[in-house]
């Protein structure tokens, strides 16, 4: 299996940065997603990375360093809405032929006013 | 993007009894799906993956007799969890991927509250 790290609560200010760290421990890794969820729904896609670099996509941002096995998500201008949990998840070409994505524990960000 | 429709959303059943839950792939077919199991305040727990027209592929400590699996199509994947116990009480989820490389992202069903009294 793969292990995955990422703290298990963040609080930050509205309108402030934040940055979740996640790392991960695999071989044949083959790419990197986020997701947010909020309490009692589920999650929705935010990013994918597979290549090393950082992807943009608004407010949202995603880094990836392959040989660190290390990945952030960054989250700018937080708004109130953005208090959820974000997953970061792994999957790997080798033993995840049907492409089976392994969760970690899930980062909880709390935005105060 | 690909939609999944999970059905009941959520459910109170009584220890000892089994209940289904069913995933829709609504405009794809599916020949793989996933089911996750959700703690309160913890990660996603791959389960199982379902394999259309096939035997379910079983995580390390999920049991297969307890958590019966049924791919019979390739819009439809249920999942039943037979004589229940409170401590089964969980949020599943079902998802499913239109491939299985490439930035293709997971799609989830709306998920099932579980509650075993």
């Known amino acids: 299996g793969q292990n995955i790290d990422q703290p298990t609560e963040m609080t930050a200010t509205e309108g402030a940065i934040v940055q979740i760290n996640c790392t991960y421990q695999t071989s044949g890794f083959n790419g990197l997603f986020w997701y947010q969820q909020h309490a009692g729904e589920a999650p929705t896609f935010l990013s994918y990375n597979v290549l090393d670099g950082l992807e943009e996509k608004g407010r949202f941002s995603s880094f990836l360093s392959r040989s660190k096995g290390y990945s952030y998500l960054l989250l700018k201008e937080l708004q109130m809405k953005d208090s959820a949990s974000y997953l970061c998840?792994?999957?790997?070409?080798?033993?995840?032929?049907?492409?089976?994505?392994?969760f970690g524990a899930g980062t909880q960000v709390v935005v105060t006013p | 993007g690909a939609v999944v429709s999970q059905h009941p959303s959520w459910v109170i059943c009584k220890s000892g009894t089994s209940v289904k839950i069913e995933c829709r792939s609504l405009d794809f077919q599916a020949t793989t799906m996933f089911w996750y199991r959700q703690f309160p305040k913890q990660s996603l727990m791959l389960m199982a993956t379902s394999n259309e027209g096939s035997k379910a592929t079983y995580e390390q400590g999920v049991e297969k007799d307890k958590f019966l699996i049924n791919h019979a199509s390739l819009t439809l994947s249920t999942l039943t969890v037979t004589s229940a116990h409170p401590e089964d009480s969980s949020f599943y989820i079902c998802s499913q991927r239109t491939g299985v490389s490439g930035n293709t992202e997971a799609f989830f069903g709306q998920g099932t509250r579980l509650t075993v009294v």
């Open positions: 998840a792994v999957t790997n070409v080798r033993t995840d032929s049907w492409g089976k994505l392994q």
